[in-house]
């Protein structure tokens, strides 16, 4: 349906230049036309062979009626066969057979009686065609010729037969039917070229609506389905298969009963009550939750209809986002205006202790010491919010960078060399922003300390190289698994499972991965504990 659409005639698109009509079809019209040749000449020869006086043909020159005949025939049939080699061009071609027929019919005209034959008729059905093949005013030049011939034979036959001279008004008529014929056939050689055009430019404009369709279809995010009256699926994108779970084939004439019959349902629903046509519904193979909306395709009746399936995950991430952008730039603007205050707080706090106090007053010092550290740990987390599109991006070496890495951790947390094991198995690049990856090592390798057992190779640091030639670093720890109710919730900001944390660690290690192409996901090793991996973008395509 959609590859149907029209396109109107100013719209810029050209997808495909528009071309003059193709030679093809006036060397077809050319052909065609030495077939009626042929057939005329051959009727001439069989009918004086067989009938002989009987008729009125070569009634003044019976042998000279015959040759000339046979000459028309043999002249045809060069000519059939020039335009299957189409040498000469088609003009000369076309002006060839032309004169061809004014002369060798002008002189059957001849042998037949002359004017009063009747045979000169011939030459408009012969300037006719010329006409409407060659489209252009030639033609008349063609109807010239043959007015001359006219004249021209009807002043021999009065000279040499004492014809009678009376009969010049009849070539003269004829004459003058040969000039009308040659126009009225140029005239409608050129309403012919006019629709051909009209019909060729309409006939790009469709095939670029109907690839603009292709595209804009293929490109859209959401699900398009395209399906007659009777529900048989007749255009769909990619997002559709996504969606639904299932793969279409050419060859395959499928339904949406076959396909989705939960879309069945409410097709033939929609078909009874209309106003019932945007709902959200959960799709069964896939478990997606997507909005449906039906579009009728009416024109002369009911034809079918577009169902659109909006994908109501992408919807509330879409929307997240635009609320965590805001909400990014607002806590941005307070974390600034917090810092100067939060400042003081804790310079006030460490003049206070300086002094003489007793051990109470020591406790409440160290309890405003914390949580203004902790406020301040707050705040730089929110600052990290607005600094992922900035990224200086360097090649870096896993195999150098994770034991440097890991030996500094070590040292700053206070814990053993042997709780860490790295395995690299083979030279893994990467390319990413230093204090972005320092960022999101940080934040993985910390929780895996907090939730590990301690023991020797509690985290794991895997990288390697996959068959695509992307880099994939997992951090494993030997710790309780995540609950897979909470999985759905682990990137998001402000969700925390430990108290005093504040909820922003694996959200903004997320969003420096995205930032620098990577991704940051969650999966759960089959012999326990937990995994978090990274997949770094591929250096190919970089």
Known sequence: MWDNLPLSTWHPLRLRSYSAPAPDA??????????????????????????????SLGSSAPSLFFRTSLVYIVMTLISLLTIKLRRPRFDLQLAFQVGTDIVCITVLSHASGGIQSGLGVLLLVSLTATG???????????????????????????????????????????????????????????????????????????????????????????????????????????????????????????????????????????????????????????????????????????????????????????????????????????????????????????LLQEEKHDPGQTRLFQIIMDNAARLNHIVEDVLQLNRRDRVQSEDYNLTEKLPLYIEGLRHTQGVSQEIFLIKITSACVIRFDLGHLDQVLWNLCRNALRYCSKLAGSVQLCAWCSNDGRTILEILNDGPPVAPETVQQLFEPFFTMTAGGTGLGLYIARELCEANGATLEYRQPANGGACFRIVFGDQNER
């Open 132 to 350: 409407l093949i060659s489209r252009g005013k030639i033609t008349l030049f063609f109807a010239a010729l043959a007015s001359i011939a006219v004249l021209l034979q009807h002043s021999y036959a009065v000279l040499t037969q004492d014809a009678a001279v009376a009969q010049y008004m009849q070539a003269g008529l004829l004459s003058t039917a040969y000039f009308a014929v040659a126009w009225l056939a140029h005239t409608m050689a050129k309403y012919a070229i006019a629709s051909e055009n009209l019909a060729a430019l309409r006939g790009v404009d469709l095939a670029n609506m109907a690839e603009t369709n292709r595209l804009v279809i293929q490109d859209m995010p959401d699900g398009v389905l395209v399906v007659n009256e009777s529900g048989m699926v007749k255009q769909y994108n990619p997002g559709v298969e996504r969606l639904l779970g299932y793969t279409f084939s050419n060859t395959d004439n499928a339904t949406l009963e076959s396909c989705a019959p939960l879309l069945a349902d409410r097709f033939a629903v929609w078909r009874l009550h209309q106003g019932r046509g945007h709902e959200v519904l959960r799709l069964p193979i896939t478990n997606h939750q997507v909005r449906v909306r039906f579009l009728p395709v009416e024109r002369e009746g009911f034809w079918g209809a577009i169902i659109f399936l909006e994908d109501m995950q992408r919807v509330q991430a879409q929307a997240q986002q635009i609320k965590l952008a805001a909400l990014g730039r607002l806590t941005a603007n307070i974390a600034h205006e917090v810092r100067n205050p939060l400042s003081a707080i804790s310079y006030a706090t460490e």
């Open 26 to 55: 006036m060397w077809r019209s050319i052909y065609f036309f030495n077939l009626y040749r042929l057939t005329l000449s051959g009727l001439f020869v069989f009918l004086v062979s067989i009938f002989g006086d009987a008729l």
